[in-house]
T-cell receptor
Framework: GAGVSQSPRYKVTKRGQDVALRCDPISGHVSLYWYRQALGQGPEFLTYFNYEAQQDKSGLPNDRFSAERPEGSISTLTIQRTEQRDSAMYRC??????????????FGPGTRLTVL | AQSVTQPDIHITVSEGASLELRCNYSYGATPYLFWYVQSPGQGLQLLLKYFSGDTLVQGIKGFEAEFKRSQSSFNLRKPSVHWSDAAEYFCAVGSAGGTSYGKLTFGQGTILTVHP
């Protein structure tokens, strides 16, 4: 596709369940970023990859959160043992046919996660 | 650590009026600065960016922003607002190096309402 896609668009789960959020970046993009956006706030950085290598995971809130990008394309953000405070919009962005912070990040539509 | 402040949570203007959205940043070196717009149900779209050079940058949809180092500001402007500009606007600062290369730090956003 032409843009970044994310699935599912909406996810409702019960507390304690694991969830996996998928991001399909723009074809050929080197860098992939995950952000979390709470209501009324701006996106907050979680982690990012260059190709398949996770470069920075300093924004992951705790060890229940993990991300992978095994083949340098599609990425999955996994939240284990979900809690109500995990409810938020999770956004993915990709950038660059070469790595570089000047590259525009193209954002997907997000996954709205609700934990009951 | 880098940070962004958008002092105005909500701004209302009349269609055809001029607009200025404020953004102040904190960053240890020359910042990479961005303005994104988010419409309901949509991903974030880049309006414009500043890396270096001319401090007045032009973006899409008739928007412009001016980088003022002395004031640590990057305010977004538009001379005449259209009803379709109603959305949420985010200012962001990008990391130019280190382990957080490419990471964006966003402000909390300004919601723009346009009255006919």
């Amino acid at each position: 596709g032409a843009g970044v896609s994310q699935s599912p668009r909406y996810k409702v789960t019960k507390r304690g369940q694991d969830v996996a959020l998928r991001c399909d970046p723009i074809s050929g993009h080197v860098s992939l970023y995950w952000y979390r956006q709470a209501l009324g706030q701006g996106p907050e950085f979680l982690t990012y990859f260059n190709y398949e290598a996770q470069q920075d995971k300093s924004g992951l809130p705790n060890d229940r959160f993990s991300a992978e990008r095994p083949e340098g394309s599609i990425s999955t953000l996994t939240i284990q043992r979900t809690e109500q405070r995990d409810s938020a919009m999770y956004r993915c962005a990709s950038s660059g046919r070469t790595s570089g912070s000047r590259n525009e990040q193209f954002f997907g539509p997000g996954t709205r996660l609700t934990v009951l | 650590a880098q940070s962004v402040t958008q002092p105005d949570i909500h701004i209302t203007v009349s269609e055809g009026a001029s607009l200025e959205l404020r953004c102040n940043y904190s960053y240890g070196a020359t910042p990479y600065l961005f303005w994104y717009v988010q419409s309901p149900g949509q991903g974030l779209q880049l309006l414009l960016k500043y890396f270096s050079g001319d401090t007045l940058v032009q973006g899409i949809k008739g928007f412009e922003a001016e980088f003022k180092r002395s004031q640590s500001s990057f305010n977004l402007r538009k001379p005449s607002v259209h009803w379709s500009d109603a959305a949420e606007y985010f200012c962001a600062v990008g990391s130019a190096g280190g382990t957080s290369y490419g990471k964006l730090t966003f402000g909390q956003g300004t919601i723009l309402t346009v009255h006919p």
